[in-house]
């Protein structure tokens, strides 16, 4: 494959190499003082975000550094598309310069696609409006896999802003490609319309679900987007669907708590939940570079299939 533009598009054979090929990469740098692998020598990745990230850009900033590549990090504020340059122009000249895989983020589903479409190198899908978000979703599946030892059969709970969350869609189509058993746990108004035909199950009672997930991943409340219409108050948003302390008891013992970030401490999520030994959030940030090394590796230097 040449681009990496949606979970949906992977089938288990495609997601399990980049999932081994990330514990392999972890494993050939571990103990290490120097955490360089000569891979992508010469090669030049672009990162193009046209919206705000922390983890997601810096993650594959440090993911083409450590194989090596000459890395150019483009952010449309203060770039010439404040002039009104088009996405399209803006990714031609970046080509002209050079770039062998464009990372990009952009708050419209399926730029990434277009984006695909007019330049000769790979282009990578680092979140596309409420769309996909691919590589936060590896990350979460190898997450996952680390922690519990497998993904066949494991029961994740995806809970929250659903409707608005490019994380659980994607994480819908890659954790059931492989096998886990996924339930969406929001209210009415926080689910997409057409969510019955996804292959998930869906719950409004979080308190019912809890007890039988092996991974609860609690989603970010996009807070620009809610109003009234979505749900009364954000206290009642966190009494309703929060995970406190409280609620993490009723977990199984071995369960893990998960968040891709950013978190709203106290607001979907407590601070001494996100802060628990059972929470993966930090463990989840480190597990992105490896997974982003792994997918960088395989689009421009490794196998392809
Ligand atoms: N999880 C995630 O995509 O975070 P950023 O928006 O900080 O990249």
Redesign the pocket.
């Known amino acids: 494959k040449r681009h990496l533009l949606e979970a949906a598009d992977l089938d288990r054979a495609d997601a399990t190499l980049v999932l081994d090929t990330a514990a392999q990469i972890d494993q050939a740098l571990a103990g290490r003082e120097v955490k360089k692998l000569p891979t992508l020598r010469g090669r030049t990745v672009v990162n193009l975000f046209y919206e705000?990230?922390?983890?997601?850009?810096i993650s594959f900033e440090l993911a083409a550094k450590r194989l090596s590549a000459d890395v150019i990090n483009f952010s449309a504020k203060g770039s010439s598309v404040s002039k009104g340059e088009s996405l399209k122009d803006t990714a031609l000249t970046l080509e002209a310069m050079g770039a062998d895989a464009i990372v990009v983020r952009h708050s419209a589903s399926g730029a990434p696609h277009r984006l695909a479409n007019w330049v000769r190198g790979s282009v990578v899908n680092a979140?596309d409006g409420t769309h996909e978000?691919p590589t936060?979703a590896l990350l979460d599946a190898y997450t996952i896999r680390h922690r519990l030892g497998r993904l066949d059969g494991v029961r994740v709970a995806i809970v929250g802003d659903v409707l608005h969350s490019r994380?659980a869609r994607s994480n819908v189509w890659l954790l059931t490609t492989l096998g886990a058993e996924v339930t969406l746990v929001a209210p009415p108004t926080l689910l997409p319309v057409g969510v019955g035909s996804w292959p998930v199950g869906v719950s409004y009672d979080l308190d019912a679900v809890l007890p039988k997930a092996d991974a609860v991943m609690m989603l970010r409340v996009q807070a620009e987007r809610m109003n009234a219409s979505f749900f009364p108050s954000a206290r009642e948003y966190s009494r309703r669907y929060g995970l406190d302390a409280r609620r993490m008891a009723a977990l199984p013992d071995e369960a893990i708590v998960m968040h891709?970030?950013?978190m709203n401490r106290g607001m979907e999520i407590a601070a001494d939940v996100a802060d628990s030994v059972r929470s993966t959030i930090v463990e989840q940030v480190g597990n992105g570079v490896s997974v982003r090394m792994a997918v960088l590796y395989l689009l421009l230097g490794g196998s392809t299939r």
């Open positions: 705000d990230s922390t983890r997601t850009r979140g978000h936060q994380v891709p970030g950013p």
